[in-house]
């Protein structure tokens, strides 16, 4: 069965004093993990280790937001893998709408960073959705069978246990706009049935997809109720501990396990 899962992706926000004090507030929210819940907070990558040390003991685990393919070495700027996993990473963030539209990624870039992620141990939300344009020219489904066919391709049905994706449609993200449940649902079904076509039946029914996009207490409610999410990858509201605390007492209340 489906594990709800909460993540808040922090991005380029928080200084150390911000970081270390939400995630100290967050840890004594959730001090052990919730029954049928899992949380994560993914901070920058300077504040990971801080963040690690505040969290520690607590039912929240930590991501990163972006990973290099590439083994340690001469790759200025780079983080690897493993360094994540050193430093107490669960999960990393792949295919954010933002490094794919802001700094250029691409499927075939992305697909190199889900396999290093998820052969090092490293388990990966992985990111797709469409743009507004595409989703008025009714392109949406496309788009998401050319971004799941490019970053999944060549990887092993095996890996599943480690991966996550988030439908994040990008006209929704920062936006306030929020998908409506049935369009987050049409979405989510499409992806299951998407792995089920490419991979087999089980595996469809054990991946997680979370919807991403201007997720808030307001909203949260209705689109956790979904059959086919599973989850939430928020942004905006997971930098305010009244903010993000409130969508994972949702979840919990859901349990869909
Ligand atoms: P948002 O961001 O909740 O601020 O819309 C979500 C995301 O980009 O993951």
């Not at 490094?99 to 090092?120: M, P, S, T, W």
Request: with cysteine; charged share 20%.
């Amino acid at each position: 069965m489906r594990r709800l899962f909460v993540a808040g992706n922090w991005k380029m926000n928080t200084v150390l004093r911000s970081a270390t004090g939400l995630a100290a507030a967050l840890a004594a929210e959730i001090p052990a993990e919730l029954p049928g819940v899992e949380v994560a907070v993914c901070p920058p990558f300077p504040y990971l280790l801080p963040v690690a040390e505040k969290l520690a003991g607590s039912g929240i685990a930590l991501g990163a937001q972006n990973a290099y393919f590439e083994k340690p070495g001469a790759f200025t700027g780079e983080v690897a893998v493993e360094m994540l996993v050193d430093a107490g990473c669960r999960y990393c963030i792949l295919g954010h709408s933002e490094r794919r539209h802001i700094l250029g990624e691409d499927d075939a870039l992305i697909n190199r960073k889900l396999r290093a992620c998820l052969e090092q141990g490293l388990s990966a939300i992985l990111c797709v959705g469409e743009t507004l344009n595409e989703r008025k020219e009714e392109r949406t489904e496309a788009v998401l069978d050319s971004q799941l066919s490019g970053s999944l391709a060549g990887i092993d049905g095996a890996l599943f246990d480690r991966l996550v994706i988030a439908y994040e449609p990008v006209w929704a993200i920062g936006t306030g706009l929020t998908a409506t449940p049935d369009q987050a649902q049409s979405a989510h079904q499409y992806l299951r049935n998407w792995i089920h076509s490419r991979y087999d039946a089980q595996i469809a029914k054990d991946l997680r997809i979370l919807y991403g996009g201007s997720v808030k207490a307001e909203n949260g409610l209705a689109l956790l109720q979904q059959p086919d999410v599973d989850g939430a990858l928020v942004g905006g509201a997971s930098l305010k501990v009244e903010q993000f605390l409130p969508i994972v007492r949702i979840a919990e209340s859901l349990k869909k396990t």
